[in-house]
């Protein structure tokens, strides 16, 4: 099935993003609550292309439009931010043509309240990703941890970037409650502060990508 005639998946993104140095060790996950194990570690080659209008109209409405290759969520994907997340809509991967990703008619549909064609490439984000399962006691998700080597290159001028990046975002066992999400999120915080890292510069790759 491809991204033209599927479904979209659904999902809200729950996550923090923080800055680590190339030389700073993991945090030690041991102390949150909730977390009973963490999973082997599982390497991801990622590599997504953004598009977006000339003029960038989806950037500074704050959604993203990206075709990413690796992983287990392979595909196009639709952003938009929100209070309390990120709504994302996602498509599998189809049949495309050589050269710049062009975005199927479901895609341009989902965001055509914002901005609609023609599109063209904004920004490329390579990512090395080594993720981690943070599980409860009975085995459930309750968060996943991503270590993120990234090089980006904003396509409109040419600047490229690198850095390092902690990911945590929440799982279907992590707690339902406002309360146990921020007590969560504080162990996080406490335990990404001890390995010495930081609340990452820009809330999301793309945003970096661009020097916003």
Do not use: C
């Amino acid at each position: 099935m491809s991204a033209a005639d599927a479904q979209p998946h659904r999902s809200l993104e729950v996550e923090r993003k923080y800055d680590a140095d190339d030389a700073h060790a993991l945090p030690d996950w041991s102390s949150l609550p909730g977390v009973a194990a963490v999973g082997e570690a599982e390497l991801r080659e990622l590599d997504a292309r953004y598009i977006d209008t000339p003029d960038a109209t989806l950037a500074r409405a704050g959604v993203a439009v990206r075709r990413r290759t690796g992983g287990p969520d392979a595909g196009w994907h639709v952003k938009v931010s929100a209070a309390g997340g990120r709504h994302e809509w996602g498509w599998p991967l189809g049949p495309e043509p050589e050269g710049d990703p062009v975005a199927p008619d479901a895609v341009v549909a989902a965001v055509a309240r914002w901005a609609s064609p023609p599109f063209t490439p904004l920004a490329r984000v390579r990512n090395t990703r080594t993720a981690y399962a943070l599980t409860g006691p009975d085995g459930g998700l309750v968060a996943e941890f991503v270590d993120d080597r990234v090089r980006a290159r904003d396509e409109r001028s040419g600047r490229e970037s690198a850095w390092r990046e902690w990911e945590v975002e929440l799982g279907p066992a992590a707690p339902a409650d406002a309360e146990g999400v921020a007590a969560l999120f504080a162990a996080v915080d406490a335990a990404v502060a001890a390995a010495g890292g930081r609340p990452a510069a820009s809330d999301s790759k793309l945003g970096r990508a661009l020097g916003a």
